[in-house]
């Protein structure tokens, strides 16, 4: 009669009804329960197991999950019974169920370490916390519709709970300055609530039944405690407790792993007596305790996902929707669209886009590694956008929504401040005002080679017109001035010359004019594309620097008003400030394909052309790396001397070895 396992017994009735481990016997004596009602979850950096918080014996239970490398947070939801957790190693997020099967990968791109994660069990989002991008992030559960929501202000983002019901996530932060946060959880409304007293507060546990936060320091060695508006703080525990990594809380108890301890130790919350649950067991991460099936708690994004088309965040006053990387919301404010055009811009550390048309929709695109971005273009049937970084010294792309990242030119940079692609000829141009050049090569790098270097001073900001053959080029020097070539490199003459330090040039392709931000006279100015026809646009700007164009309009920054502004391209009347409280934005451009219309010979089939097509007016020339010489009949290339030099070779000063058409 026992619902699993009977065992024979020496005494009446001679046989014991037993239940699987972990699980408890019911009162009949006979029947066991569904399984078990509480657990304790825990991550090694090899596997992960399931301790039952039921019985008293507290038996750990090994997972049978593959590819585990080095576990670190891990979190669970009651709903669909998933457990959640990241692999620092593979630099990847996983579910499978309590019982460890259907694992799946949710998140591998842009993933350095991530060291804290949390469920948001009533909005189905996902939350974590990366300590090498510095930033907090959110999914839906199944990994879908990404988001990025708080990348400033973050050194060593670590432990991350939430709180659905109300509204809030709460963080830690071990870095210079560690501190404890808050915000709503689509990551608005800021604020500190613990900055002094902190060392390494690697551990936070939020108890949603008497409103407070504990957390567990692996630097001052303790536990301690607050309300949730920060005060009222109080030590719970401050003496051995070597170093606190994993931390949680479920009803009357507070859990957490010890590294030196090699120990999960628990402790009530009011009465402060302390049990050890498990000893001497090595390479202890995160741990959570949880009910398996109990889901304590509701808020309008419970249901129909709050009428959001993609993300439903609750906050303490309603619940917002939010788009994920790449699209953006409708006027109806519940409906994501991928938008016909958007603004990106380079900041410091940082790539943005940001709509034309809708306030408050400012996304950080997902980059790993970006020190200081500079200059920037995009090619639009790749979806791609290219970035110069003068910290690292290199040339990245990457897809729009952050994937993809490759370093496409990597050596012989100096402080590449102008750049460009050819999207017809799929190449990629840039002007170095270190090395006075400017090169091209293709948009992967290949095959790269030095067009201009005779008589360069300074060249900054760079732009193209593949269409008509022709490129122009700002120079800082001793005679700053505006300069057209071919995109060979050949035929350059002088259009502007009395002008100041012209920081950025961009092209109105429809109406065939320049534009360009003057930070000598504080001014916008026009002129056709011989450099005639000269007009000022605006002239009381106190410090203009990116500029781009688009339609009817004109969009440029300004580092003294920290804002983005548009205004008629023609007389630069309408001024609207489209972003403000922006700090040192680098370049900007509008993500549209008018902005990369038009047709030349190289656009079909590479010009049949063996390396490079590079457009002239009214045709184009065959042209090889740098080093490499070209054959007019086939128009392949051929290394000189019988040297096979890399892709990154940079030091030729070879003028351009072409095929003339």
């Not at 694992?103 to 189905?124: C, K, M, S």
């Not at 055009?341 to 410091?348: E, W, Y």
């Amino acid at each position: 009669g026992c619902s699993h396992l009977c065992l024979l017994s020496p005494k009446e009735p001679f046989y014991s009804c037993t239940c699987p481990t972990g699980v408890q016997l019911q009162e009949d004596g006979k029947t066991c329960k569904a399984g078990a009602e509480e657990v304790l979850l825990l991550a090694r950096r090899t596997d992960l197991r399931r301790i039952s918080l039921d019985m008293p014996d507290f038996t750990d239970v090994i997972l049978q999950i593959d590819n585990i490398r080095h576990a670190i947070a891990i979190d669970y939801d009651p709903v669909e019974g998933y457990i959640y957790w990241t692999d620092d190693d593979v630099r990847a997020i996983r579910r499978a169920f309590l019982d460890g099967s259907g694992a799946q990968t949710l998140i591998t791109t842009e993933i350095n370490h991530p060291d804290g994660i949390a469920v948001d069990w009533v909005g189905r989002n996902l939350y974590w916390t990366d300590t090498g991008t510095d930033r907090i992030e959110v999914t839906r559960l199944n990994g879908t519709s990404r988001k990025i929501l708080i990348s400033e202000n973050l050194d060593e983002p670590r432990a991350i709970v939430l709180n659905p019901v109300m509204g809030y996530m709460y963080w830690t932060d071990w870095g210079e300055n560690p501190k404890i946060e808050s915000a709503y959880l689509d990551g608005t409304e800021r604020k500190v609530l613990v900055n002094t007293s902190l060392g390494w507060p690697n551990g936070l546990a939020l108890d949603l039944e008497e409103n407070k936060l504990y957390w567990g320091d692996a630097k001052t060695d303790k536990i301690e405690v607050i309300s949730l508006d920060g005060t009222m703080r109080k030590t719970l525990i401050e003496d051995k407790l070597p170093h606190i990594f994993g931390f949680t809380l479920l009803g009357e108890y507070i859990y957490w792993t010890d590294w030196q301890r090699r120990s999960i130790e628990r402790v009530h919350k009011k009465a402060a007596s302390r049990d050890i649950i498990i000893d001497q067991l090595p390479d202890l991460m995160g741990l959570k305790a949880t009910s398996v099936t109990r889901a304590e708690g509701t808020n309008p994004c419970a249901e129909n996902n709050g009428g959001c088309s993609h993300l439903c965040f609750f906050t303490p006053q309603e619940c917002r929707c939010a788009c994920p990387i790449g699209l953006e919301l409708l006027s109806d404010m519940r409906t994501c669209i991928i938008p016909e055009a958007f603004l990106v811009f380079t900041s410091r550390a940082a790539v943005h886009r940001i709509s034309l048309g809708a306030s408050n929709n400012d996304v950080a695109i997902p980059l790993t590694g970006v020190k200081e971005a500079s200059a920037l273009d995009f090619d639009v049937s790749d979806n791609r956008i290219y970035w110069t970084d003068i910290s690292l010294k290199t040339i990245s792309r990457a897809f729009m929504n952050g994937s993809g990242l490759e370093h496409v030119i990597e050596f012989g940079l100096d402080y590449p401040e102008g750049m460009a692609v050819d999207w017809m000829g799929k190449n990629l141009y840039w002007a170095d005002t270190g090395t006075n050049r400017i090169e091209v090569a293709r948009l992967d790098g290949l095959f790269r080679q030095v067009l201009v270097w005779k008589d360069l001073d300074n060249p900054r900001s760079l732009a193209l017109d593949p269409s008509k053959g022709y490129m122009y080029w700002t120079e800082w020097g001793g005679k700053p001035k505006i300069v057209r070539a071919y995109m060979d490199g050949t035929n350059s003459i002088m259009l502007v010359d009395k002008v100041g330090r012209a920081n950025d040039l961009t092209i109105d392709y429809k109406d065939q004019r320049l534009y360009w931000t003057d930070l000598d006279t504080s001014m916008i100015e026009s002129s056709n594309m011989l450099g005639q026809e000269r007009e000022i646009i605006a002239d009381d700007l106190p410090h203009p620097f990116g500029l781009t164009q688009y339609s009817d309009f004109i969009y440029w920054t300004d580092w003294n008003l920290h804002s983005i502004e548009r205004a008629d391209k023609t007389n630069g009347r309408n001024r609207t400030i489209i972003q403000n409280r922006l700090d040192f934005v680098m370049d900007i451009l509008v993500f549209h394909s008018s902005r990369q219309d038009g047709f030349n010979e190289c656009a079909q089939n590479n010009g049949h052309c063996g390396q490079l097509c590079l457009a002239i007016p009214n045709g184009y020339r065959c042209g090889c790396a740098s080093h490499y010489t070209l054959d007019p009949k086939t128009r392949n290339c051929s290394c000189m001397y019988f040297l096979q030099l890399s892709k990154y070779f940079q030091f030729s000063t070879n003028p351009n070895l072409v095929f003339s058409e």
